[in-house]
């Protein structure tokens, strides 16, 4: 079984870099296969160009000539997605949402002919078939009740609901780790152990 992570954070002493971390030493532990995609060091480019748009309109009827069109970086973060059981995105939230990035990411590699395409009629459908589930891991200064209640869960409605739910998959975790700037070092300490614990026994 092999593990994507989809990682996105510019300073390596970040508490995100952190969890990466844990969740690497929790699928070695567990004798998992890993393939990590740093966004950061790879500096990504997240905008949506020109030619990605047109080839976005061409991939509902040509998917073939539509591949040629994007970049050989997303062409490889293709086959990478399309080669994995498990998906793990982790990222802080700023501002309410993902950062750049992150949401540069799903804007084109969820996209048709990739993750998803249209069926006789014009129904989306999700094609990572072997895709078993998605979790992602989030870090915020928020209260998680804030969050939820006057922020409007955002990320829940954006990503999970919003990107994956919409496509037909339903198989999401959303691990959220709030208040983080102000946690204690012990606190901090658990949350990593218990998310290395998880990737164990995944």
Known sequence: MKTLIVFNHPYEGSFCNA????????LKKGGHETDVIHLDKDKFDPVMSKTDLAAFVKARSDVKDAMLMLSPQVLDYKKRLEDTDRLVFIFPIWWELMPALTKGFIDKLIFPGIAYQYDENGKMKFCLNKLKNVTVITTMNT???LYRTIFGNAIKKSLLRGTFWKLGFFKCKWISLNMVKGS??????????KIEKRFVNL
């Open 19 to 26: 969890i990466l971390e844990s969740v690497l030493a929790g």
């Open 143 to 145: 209260p998680s009740f």
């Open 184 to 193: 204690s070092e012990k606190k901090r300490k658990d949350w990593l152990k």
